[in-house]
């Protein structure tokens, strides 16, 4: 089946446990943030030990992935804190190896251990990029509130879905909802964002379905996330009339069952002013 809506799970409340299914190596710990049964695909948070190798190759899934802690080598690349890449399946990348380990962010489109297609699209190819040498974009939508920038990752050629980074100033809200034609996945890298579903910290998560109302949104500290789109591209729509934004609304979570035992909301990080 599709993946269900979640929204939202503090990832911090999630257990570790051991790699048994995605073929990442021995000593590998996983966080499954979401999956979908049908095609395997997969949103993890992977936590690489010290001295963790794996070998050069290709493997039979797409696999896109951001750096949050720690480093990693591939070949003689190196992938720091904010390194982004998006491998397709086919691509062969160099050996990966971590002297002191890593955590990353991590999307497998489907079972990496199946066979290795032949050949890959090297338009869907980001062999590695700097986010925080990649520039910020201005307004991309005309009606998006003023405030907040884009770096783009990623856009697939064909499907238009679209990996990125979005950076927001302190002190900012907005005041209408809005929905998406296709699905929305988030992960939050730094702030606090005030919503209509609680208040989410540094580690929140979300995969949402397309035609689903949200928000308004605001934040108090500057945010940075993690964005992609499923099934297409970033397409907005703002409800109208304009809906009252509301600072510290409770949590309200939307979650399949078996996430439900691990939702609850972070202690407040201290105020930034």
Known sequence: ???????????????????????LGAGVGIKVLSEDDATQAASLLVR???????????????????????????????????????????????????AAGATV????????????????????????LDVYSTPYTGNFHPEFPPGAGRKVCFTDPTTKETSWVLGTLPVRWAERAEEHDHVEEMYLLSGENHGDRGVMRPGAYFWRPGQLAHGPYGT???????????????????????????????YRPALPPQLLAYAGELPPTPKPF
């Open 1 to 23: 089946m599709a993946r269900p809506q979640i929204e939202f799970i503090q990832s911090q409340n999630l257990p570790w446990q051991a790699d048994t299914r995605f073929g």
């Open 105 to 128: 962010l991590t999307f497998l489109s489907g079972d990496p251990r199946q066979p290795a297609p032949e050949s890959f699209d090297r338009g869907r190819l980001v062999e590695h």
């Open 220 to 250: 108090l500290t500057g945010n940075l996330y993690f964005f992609r789109t499923r099934g297409g591209p970033l397409i907005t729509r703002y409800n109208t009339p304009e809906q009252p934004f509301r600072w510290w609304a409770p």
């Open 48 to 98: 690489y030990p010290p001295g963790w190798r794996f070998p050069a190759g290709a493997r039979g899934a797409d696999e896109e992935f951001l750096v949050l802690d720690g480093e990693i080598d591939v070949g003689e690349q190196r992938f720091g804190h904010l390194a982004y890449a998006h491998w397709p399946a086919g691509y062969a990348a160099a050996d990966r190896h971590t």
